[in-house]
């Protein structure tokens, strides 16, 4: 059974303070659920605060980016080496970044390499927008992100990759995607790509979340799916009750 994954991404919000004070009564307050694996996502500049507050908690701690390159001239970006020993995993190809910071498949991929190279999970984010899906696009769209993302790694490295679906048009909209919608494309579109590449022990192995617009109310019932694994969450990760209230009905069902 592959365990669950229940990530918080931030985004651009909490100062380092704020992160610690959330992160402190988090970690009490999971201890329980020891059946889900449970993650936060803060800002770079929090980071250091965050892990340190976390040493010997269970909770994990991830990146929001890395830059594709280990070192250079690139003002202000953050690379593998530096997040490495620090944290567990980095997000990557979010769809914020894709959309507002220009960041391509090859990046990605790139990203994703790197970041394995330096010992970093990578969470990978990949799902279609409002257009594609009204014309049927969602598919080929999903299996194409995830085979690029994924293109060069061995058997073995993809199986500290972590998928994450999550529709652009869903994702800090309030509208999430029908449980069974996702559970589709997580299933029979992003573990079916991981299957013709991979093959079918290595895709059942592999852990894929659902994202967008996912909170404590409607959370059982994604989880209740056989094909989602975990989810990434935006909004309702930034509430403390919200956020260990889904970690907690996530234990309930495994
Ligand atoms: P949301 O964000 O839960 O606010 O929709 C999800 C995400 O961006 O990962």
Redesign the pocket.
């Known amino acids: 059974m592959r365990k669950p994954i229940l990530a918080a ?1 931030w ?1 651009m919000n909490k100062t380092p303070a704020e992160a610690v004070e959330f992160v402190k009564a988090l970690h009490t307050q999971v201890m329980a659920y020891p059946s889900v694996e449970t993650i936060v996502c803060p800002p770079f500049v929090a980071l250091p605060a965050v892990v340190e507050a976390l040493r010997d908690a269970p909770v994990g701690v991830g990146a929001q980016n890395l830059h594709w390159k280990a070192s250079g001239a690139y003002t202000g970006e953050v690379s593998a080496p530096m997040l490495a020993g620090w944290v567990e995993y980095v997000i990557v190809g ?3 970044r894709r959309q507002f910071f220009a960041e391509t498949d090859k990046m990605v991929n790139q990203k994703v390499k790197l970041a394995l190279q330096h010992g970093l999970k990578p969470i990978v ?1 990949v799902g279609e927008n409002l257009e594609h899906n009204k014309v049927g696009l969602t598919d080929p769209r999903v299996t194409w992100q995830v085979r690029a993302a994924l293109a060069d790694l061995t058997a073995e490295q993809v199986r500290d990759v972590v998928i ?1 679906y ?1 529709p652009i048009w ?4 309030g509208r999430t995607a029908t449980p069974e919608w996702a559970n589709r494309v997580c299933g029979s579109v992003a573990r079916a790509a991981i299957e013709e590449l991979y093959g079918q022990e290595v895709a059942q192995a592999i852990r894929i979340q659902y ?4 909170n404590e109310k409607n959370i059982g019932d994604l989880m209740a799916m056989p094909d989602i694994d975990g989810v ?6 930034l509430t403390l009750d919200s956020f260990v209230e889904m970690v907690r009905v996530t234990a309930s069902l495994y």
Do not use: D, F, R, Y
């Open positions: 991404n985004k979010h769809s914020e984010c994450a999550e869903a994702v800090g909209t994202g967008g617009s996912a990434l969450v935006g909004i309702a990760g």
